[in-house]
């Protein structure tokens, strides 16, 4: 019996104590508590009923420990009592998945994005599908800025100048910045492209700047050549700007007839050696990516090492045409010898060039000027007597024309070949996984949240919430998982193109497995470039309105017919 | 039934106590004070006989004022039998000797 005179003090701490655990209690076994705290008034030892309601928080931690343990078998959202949790075997508007199937579910997705793989494919396939092209975004434009000022390290600074999209001025200071520091980098400048407007699909170099290169490295035909394309472009753009009813061939007639150019080009066929940089900007990547870890910013790597043409083709071409043409007034002349050393010039200059650049655009370019050049030469070695040479060469001759009719394969990374298919699935895949994350927290939230639904309620709502929280984590992982296993071979790639030495193949690995993400099939090109315009998207938007509008009026005369026979 | 007892020599006390007088309604207290079993180590085995179906509870008639309705107790036909059978066999293997009572 109740003895309250005996231990006041330990009874009122025992039962405050049993009433504090009552109100935390889990609902489902909340009665034992109540038995427990019921017994209290039996106990007369005060030392027995402060034990007795240390075994009741014993209890209590039990209770929590099955609470905890049965609610992860429970679908999110669905309390241990009430009328969801006896719905939820039948009902289709609430979720069933069990709750700790979910975040499993989810905490494997979530492992997955702790990859960096992952993040590299995620980062890459949203990039894809804003610019289309790499680009650099502009946190790591930032993160690459503001550690170029911290660490005064001249390598960071180039690349900054070479892949900031920001303006002519920032890219031509920080290249400024990093060639006073380290006066090797010079080369840079045949790499930052201005904002100006494209020729030939690549932007301008800096005039300055291909001066500066010029002087510093006076062997290397590449430089030259990029100040006679300066002219070029500059003749090509007023033509555009003002076309002259003369026609295009009077605007490269006076490019021809340049002094400059004139110079510039003889100078760059004449050079003894060429290189195009590539190796340098290779190297220069690589060194600043081991010491700062920037296989994050993939984009960098991208717009670093794409190979992005042969910039100087149009002057090239031009240069070979009138050096043939040359040749064939000497030829005519009868100064045979003066007429073969000018057809040669064309050929040896395209072989010096091609040891060191194969990108498609140069080999089309260079190729074409060697098989021109071929043209003329060979009937020329016959008539000088020449019949072996001119054997010899009639087999390269043949081997060039196949090589024609088969293709170069302009932007062969990008097209439908390999690169076009695997960046699709990537931009699908990176699409599919952030619509299924935001299924996945619409889901959640309309059942952690919204438990005061009714469930009987036919709520349109609760279904999609349901299905959400059902199959949107399931299938966040599968996708994961494939955007994993799609871009995996592509970073296996360039990590192992990263590791070996330069050489010409280099970049054909390391654009197709930097750029991939970011191709898309011709037939896309092809369909955009026809169908993606203003014209189609009202075309579109009409009959999509005009079909709404058909259905919305033919289902309300349906109901109309319905509920008049009913009647 | 999904759930299996593990009895132990705190749970053969607990039956053995209940099965003192079989249809007899016990009260937490007592059964605590008879197998000197804390109460949280008693109550678990209650909760899981139970869950087991093989103990009845029910709240005590409110006929005394001024105390809170008590729990009850006591083993359900199935549970008289389970219980006698686990007793028995462990008595047999020497595992349990009875302190109250003999069955």
């Not at chain 1, 896309?524 to 938007?541: C, D, E, I, T």
Request: aromatic share 12%; with cysteine; glycine share 8%.
């Amino acid at each position: 019996m109740r003895n309250a005179q005996t231990a006041p003090f330990a009874r009122r701490v025992a039962d405050s104590a049993m009433r504090a655990a009552l109100h935390v209690w889990p609902e489902e076994s909340r009665r034992w508590g109540r038995a427990l705290q019921a017994e209290l008034d039996e106990i007369e030892s005060p030392v027995a009923v402060l034990r007795w309601a240390m075994g009741g928080f014993m209890v209590l931690g039990r209770a929590w420990w099955n609470h905890v343990v049965h609610s992860w078998r429970r679908p999110f959202g669905i309390p241990a009592e009430g009328p969801l949790a006896s719905k939820v075997a039948e009902a289709k508007r609430l979720p069933r998945m069990p709750r700790f199937v979910t975040v499993l579910l989810l905490a494997a997705s979530v492992a997955l994005f702790f990859t960096r793989d992952f993040r590299q494919a995620f980062s890459a396939g949203t990039q894809a599908w804003g610019a289309g092209l790499p680009r650099v975004d502009y946190d790591s434009g930032n993160w690459l800025r503001a550690k170029a000022n911290q660490t005064h390290d001249p390598e960071l600074l180039a690349i900054y100048a070479i892949t900031t999209w920001r303006s002519n001025d920032e890219r031509l200071q920080a290249a400024a910045e990093a060639v006073r520091r380290d006066p090797s980098l010079v080369w840079i400048y045949s790499k930052v492209r201005l904002l100006d407007e494209p020729c030939c699909g690549l932007h301008p170099v800096s005039k300055e700047g291909v001066a500066a290169l010029e002087k510093a490295d006076p062997d290397n035909a590449l430089p030259r050549l990029l100040a006679a394309s300066l002219i070029y472009e500059k003749a090509e753009r007023d033509w555009s700007s003002k076309p002259d009813p003369r026609g295009e061939f009077d605007y490269k007639r006076l490019v021809e007839q340049n002094p400059e150019w004139q110079a510039a080009m003889n100078y760059a066929f004449q050079a003894p050696k060429f290189d195009s940089y590539q190796a340098q900007a290779f190297e220069l990547y690589r060194s600043a990516a081991r010491r700062y870890d920037l296989a994050d910013y993939p984009e960098l790597g991208v717009r670093m090492l794409r190979n992005a043409g042969f910039g100087p083709g149009s002057s090239v071409g031009m240069y070979s045409d009138w050096l043939l043409t040359q040749g064939e007034s000497a030829e005519k002349a009868g100064k045979l010898d003066q007429a073969a050393d000018l057809y040669w010039e064309p050929v040896l200059f395209a072989q010096r060039v091609l040891q060191q650049d194969g990108s498609d655009t140069a080999n089309w370019w260079l190729l074409n000027a060697e098989r021109t050049s071929f043209q003329k030469l060979r009937p020329l070695l016959l008539k000088m007597g020449r019949k072996d040479e001119a054997e010899a060469m009639a087999y390269q001759q043949s081997s060039l024309q196949a090589r024609f009719e088969r293709g170069f394969g302009n932007n062969y990374y990008w097209d439908e070949y390999q690169g076009g298919w695997t960046g699709l699935m990537i931009r699908c895949l990176c699409a599919i996984v952030f619509l299924l994350g935001a299924a996945v927290v619409v889901g959640f939230g309309i059942f952690a949240f919204g438990r005061w639904r009714n469930p009987d309620s036919p709520q349109k709502v609760l279904g999609a919430g349901a299905a959400a929280m059902d199959y949107a984590p399931l299938l966040l992982l599968l996708a994961s998982g494939a955007l994993f296993v799609v871009f995996r071979p592509l970073i296996l790639t360039y990590n192992r193109y990263m590791s070996v030495p330069w050489s010409s193949d280099t970049a054909r690995g390391l654009e197709f497995s930097a750029a991939a993400p970011y191709g898309m099939p011709m037939w896309y090109y092809g369909f955009s470039a026809k169908y993606l315009n203003a014209y189609h998207g009202w075309m579109v938007l009409i009959i999509g309105l005009s079909v709404m509008a058909a259905y919305i009026l033919a289902r309300g005369t349906m109901r109309t017919w319905r509920d008049r026979a009913a009647a | 039934m999904g759930i299996r007892l593990r009895v132990s020599p705190q749970t053969l006390c607990v039956l053995d106590a209940l099965l003192e007088h079989p249809g007899q309604w016990r009260h937490g207290y007592s059964l605590s004070r008879q197998t000197s079993i804390p109460s949280g180590t008693l109550y678990p085995i209650l909760m899981r006989l139970e869950k087991l179906h093989w103990l009845e509870t029910r709240w005590e008639e409110p006929g005394n004022l001024g105390r809170p309705a008590r729990h009850q107790y006591r083993l359900n036909g199935n549970g008289c039998a389970w219980a006698t059978q686990e007793l028995r066999a462990a008595r047999a293997r020497k595992f349990w000797k009875p302190v109250y009572s003999e069955v």
